[in-house]
């Protein structure tokens, strides 16, 4: 994607291809239409540049509105603020009760906004409205309340020492939990807002400042969330948000020497780059990476669960999680019934634009993303994976694909062993349980996994065998501010969401006193 001057070619009207045929013209809120600036230091600025780029509606490739196109002086700007404010200032200096409060009242303002929020998701990334409007913002209402409570609760321990060199002394030691800084914050498309709230929720509650980059395919909920943060009494340039490119913005991010951390959400690929980014002067990193995730059909499973669950698993957000369960494991016992419920389930799903009341299943979110995953289609039918139902683009126009189950997949083909991040999952029977297990790790990566099974036992051993961050017994995709939630291997470093997610933005400070 490339940033280009604009000046005020914004189109007040995006049209939805419906899928019965006719076109519905969708009015866009009256904020999309209004000029999008960056925050920084409490203000709305254009970018250093003058420079903007456009934002689509992926449903029909027409550009929503445009956004500044933040760059490496932008960047260095606001981590300045962020800095400032971190190391004086109103932030520094209010009770953590105080701070938990701002969250909180954060939370209470995204909820009188729902709707507004649900819409922007749909229109920006092309997700069903409702289903933002039952998950993506209802959750992070709940994280942002969730990480208001522990602002309060962070403290340290006490010890008692025995120094072996010090015969006699005695000492009174602490340690004290202490915000880790300045965090940038890269965040990817699929859940534009709820990613925001992952990252700005544990940032806040800890007292760290913030410099957020928004994903250049789905600035706006972020933009907006701004000035809720702004309206929920946050000081000024405690969050400081940064549309751009990820080339440009999110590389002077990671690299800054101003900055502490940086906590990225997005491709393995862009993981390791931060990671080199960040190496020169070891700023802290954390990563939420890719995922193949297996999915284990037992020979004990209820399939009347199992089948919708194995569906949803893949076909939810189009398979634009990274914990898609992309790879099906089914016991021979129960191969075809599965699949056939699969394929039934994926031929059912009602394609079109995410803001029409009855879409099931949005476009992908880019162009970008729909020849990747045509790209990735066309390679496993080439290497002879046959598609039970889909396997193609729905529709000509928008990013559009059908829901698609792959059979007769091996080891080794590029479908098998790649993230698609589309809805594409690879079905693959076994016979043999400790095979399964090993064809499940069998992965660079290690994010989630489930076991569908009416067996208790084997339930807890497979949990523990599958080396996943998350694993999910008879139930996907099943999120909540209080469960960590990361990744093994490649798929990432550190856990966000509940306690765990604090321990990445703080620092324990040791406190020894001679008495
Ligand atoms: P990406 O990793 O390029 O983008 C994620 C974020 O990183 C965006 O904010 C982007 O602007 C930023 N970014 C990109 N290059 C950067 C750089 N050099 N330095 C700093 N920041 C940078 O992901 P992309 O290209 O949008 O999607 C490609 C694939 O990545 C997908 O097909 C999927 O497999 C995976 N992905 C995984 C996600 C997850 O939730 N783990 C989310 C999005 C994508
Ligand atoms: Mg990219």
């Given at each position: 994607m490339k940033a280009s001057k604009t000046s005020?070619?914004?189109?007040s009207r995006a049209k939805a291809p419906a899928t019965n045929g006719t076109t519905a013209s969708i009015e866009l809120p009256p904020w999309v239409r209004e000029p999008k600036r960056l925050l920084i230091n409490g203000k709305w600025v254009d970018a250093a540049s003058g420079e903007t780029f456009a934002t689509l509606?992926?449903?029909?490739?027409?550009?929503?509105c445009h956004v500044p196109a933040g760059d490496k002086q932008d960047i260095d700007k606001a981590v300045a603020a962020a800095r400032a404010a971190f190391e004086s200032g109103p932030w520094r200096t209010m009770t953590s009760s105080e701070r938990g409060r701002a969250i909180w009242r954060l939370a209470d303002l995204l909820e009188q906004h729902i709707d507004e929020f649900a819409t922007l998701e749909s229109l920006d990334n092309g997700k069903p409205r409702a289903v933002a409007r039952v998950a993506d913002v209802p959750l992070a209402i709940d994280l942002f309340r969730y990480m208001a409570g522990w602002a309060t609760k962070l403290h340290g321990s006490t010890f008692p020492i025995s120094v072996p060199y010090a015969p006699g002394a005695r000492f009174f030691s602490y340690t004290q939990r202490e915000p880790i800084g300045v965090v940038g914050q890269i965040i990817p498309w699929n859940f534009p807002l709820l990613m925001a709230a992952w990252k700005l929720g544990p940032a806040l509650a800890t007292g760290c400042t913030v410099v957020l980059k928004p994903a250049e395919q789905t600035p706006l909920s972020a933009l907006r969330l701004g000035e809720l943060i702004q309206q929920a009494g946050?000081?000024?340039?405690?969050v400081n948000i940064v549309t751009g490119l990820g080339e440009t913005a999110g590389a002077a991010l990671a690299g800054h020497?101003?900055?502490d951390k940086i906590a990225f959400t997005g491709s393995t690929e862009v993981g390791k780059l931060i990671v080199k980014a960040a190496a020169h002067d070891l700023k802290k990193v954390s990563l939420e990476l890719g995922g193949k995730s297996p999915n284990i059909i037992l020979p004990d499973a209820d399939l009347e669960t199992a089948i919708p669950g194995a569906a949803s698993a893949i076909f939810f957000n189009h398979g634009q999680?990274?914990?898609?369960?992309?790879r099906l494991y089914v016991h021979t016992k129960h191969f075809d019934t599965v699949v056939e419920g699969v394929a039934a389930a994926a031929k059912k799903i009602k394609v079109g634009?995410?803001?029409?009341?009855?879409?099931e299943m949005g476009p992908l979110v880019s162009e970008e993303q729909l020849n990747r995953v045509m790209g990735l289609l066309k390679s496993g039918q080439a290497e002879g994976a046959k598609p039970l139902a889909g396997g193609a683009r729905h529709?000509?126009?928008?990013?559009f694909v059908q829901p698609t189950i792959l059979v007769n997949t091996q080891p080794g083909m590029r479908v098998m062993e790649e993230?698609?991040?589309?809805p594409v999952v690879c079905a693959v029977p076994y016979t043999d349980e400790q095979e399964v297990i090993q064809a499940a790790n069998?992965?660079?990566?290690?994010l989630a996994a489930a076991v569908w099974t009416s067996n208790l036992s084997k339930a807890h051993q497979i949990a523990s065998a599958i080396r996943a961050g998350t694993v999910w017994v008879n139930c996907y995709n099943i999120f909540d501010a209080a469960l960590p939630f990361g990744g093994y291997k490649q798929s990432g470093w550190g856990r966000e969401?509940?306690?765990?997610?604090l321990e990445l933005y703080t620092e324990t400070k040791s406190v020894c006193i001679r008495l």
């Open positions: 005020s070619a914004r189109s509606d992926p449903s029909t490739g027409e550009t929503l946050i000081p000024d340039g405690v020497p101003g900055v999680c990274c914990c898609a369960g992309s634009p995410g803001m029409s009341a009855d879409t529709g000509k126009s928008g990013y993230e698609i991040f589309g069998n992965n660079i990566y290690g969401m509940g306690a765990e997610a």
